[in-house]
């Protein structure tokens, strides 16, 4: 069972920036981000490969947020820009071995760490 850990969450005012970062206790082929707000669907942020290219990431946050990762550190990495108070929300971190997660926007992934909250006030 791979476990992840989140940090970097918090609160920032709107149009700050927040790092958050994620540590695997093992490297997996595909890592990334997804996040929830209250009341609305989960949303798949993007994802990464294991050669660091990462996936296209949501129209909602295109220009403002970007994936990284190490794999010596087996670590993913969600910079995120310009914030909104649209993006409320908890933001969790994913991994899985198979590659069908980093190729199919709609494949689930079988290990998430716990989340961590992120608010943007106005």
């Known amino acids: 069972q791979v476990t992840l850990m989140e940090s970097g969450g918090g609160s920032v005012q709107a149009g700050g920036s927040l790092r958050l970062s994620c540590v695997a206790s093992?490297?997996?082929?595909?890592m990334g981000w997804f996040r929830q707000a209250p009341g609305k669907e989960r949303e798949r942020i993007g994802v990464?490969?294991?050669?660091?290219?990462?996936?296209p990431v949501a129209d909602s946050v295109k220009g403002r947020f970007s994936i990284s990762r190490s794999n010596g550190k087996n670590a993913v990495y969600l910079q995120m820009n310009d914030l909104k108070p649209d993006d409320t929300a908890m933001y969790y971190c994913?991994?899985?071995?198979?590659?069908?997660?980093?190729?199919?926007?709609?494949?689930?992934?079988?290990?998430w760490g716990q989340g961590t909250q992120v608010a943007v006030s106005s």
């Open positions: 994913t991994a899985d071995s198979r590659p069908v997660t980093c190729a199919n926007a709609s494949a689930e992934f079988r290990h």
């Open positions: 093992e490297n997996t082929f595909c």
């Open positions: 990464i490969y294991p050669n660091g290219q990462p996936s």
